[in-house]
């Protein structure tokens, strides 16, 4: 029986790759890539010829039936994806899950992840956390993928793409609240940023930007356990000042807080607000 080796790769900074990563590239007889082109670039920098191919969430059904086989047949296999940990957000759950139900040994080579780099220079606290990946894409997925993290008693991280950023910031401004945070911006690489505040007060500086591009992790701060529906006061008025209270949101966006938390629209809250 061969090894499946899980070798996590750089972010960005191709010397943070460690040495004993570096050896296992060299001497598996196959490395499966996330992407071939991608990888080929820390390949080369290190001068590793090993045969690699693709194996990325399109083919991942199709392609470990095969690379099972190779590993039953005592080839050794090193699993990377495109940057940090394989299988954290990236492909590779299926072949080592049907290598687990095998017998097949599999083997982490620990290194960089953008989960624990962003954690420890958030400056929040890093005992206890939860992270979430991506959020879903559809903005109503997203909003009730949020609630369902609001009110999770630890940091919470997620990754997020840079096109879908603004909105996702503005989605946890109104469901979160004004929690610390920091935006992680292509860590380890020439154009790393970190950006600590609020989240409204990130958002706000985001929105002033051109353009937004590169690699982002938010670190959020743990919000108190939220209230059961059934708790809200009767009065949206005494609602909706509890709530700036609570999250020091500004009028309006603590209404839209209110609003998603009663499953009103925020044209039916305001004109609630009106009769209060």
Do not use: W
Request: proline share 6%; glycine share 6%; charged share 25%.
């Amino acid at each position: 029986m061969g090894i499946l080796y899980l070798v996590a790769t750089p972010i960005g900074n191709l010397e943070d790759i460690s040495l004993r990563a570096l050896r296992i590239l060299k001497e598996a007889d196959l490395i499966a890539c996330e992407d071939t082109r991608h990888t080929a670039k820390l390949l080369t920098h290190y001068g590793i010829r090993t045969l690699r191919e693709s194996y990325h969430q399109f083919n991942e059904a199709s392609r470990a039936p095969r690379l099972l086989q190779m590993l039953r047949d005592g080839k050794n296999i090193a699993l990377v994806s495109d940057s940090g940990t394989p299988l954290v957000s990236d492909p590779g759950y299926e072949l080592v899950s049907l290598c687990r139900s095998q017998g097949i040994q599999v083997i982490p080579i620990p290194g960089p992840s953008a989960v624990i780099a962003a954690l420890t220079a958030s400056g929040l606290p890093a005992e206890n956390f939860f992270f979430a990946g991506f959020l879903p894409s559809r903005a109503t997925l997203r909003k009730r993928r949020i609630e369902e993290l609001r009110s999770i008693p630890s940091t919470l991280i997620l990754y997020e793409a840079p096109h879908r950023l603004l909105h996702s910031l503005e989605d946890m401004t109104a469901i979160l609240g004004a929690r610390r945070a920091t935006l992680a911006r292509e860590l380890t690489k020439i154009h790393e940023e970190l950006l600590h505040g609020t989240l409204p007060e990130i958002l706000d500086i985001l929105r002033t930007r051109p353009r937004i591009q590169g690699e982002i992790t938010l670190v959020i701060e743990r919000g108190e356990f939220a209230p059961a529906v059934s708790s809200y006061p009767d009065s949206l008025r005494q609602h909706l000042e509890e709530e700036m209270q609570r999250t020091g949101l500004p009028r309006n966006e603590a209404l839209k807080a209110v609003a998603r938390q009663r499953g009103l629209s925020r044209k039916q809250a305001y004109e609630k607000l009106i009769d209060d």
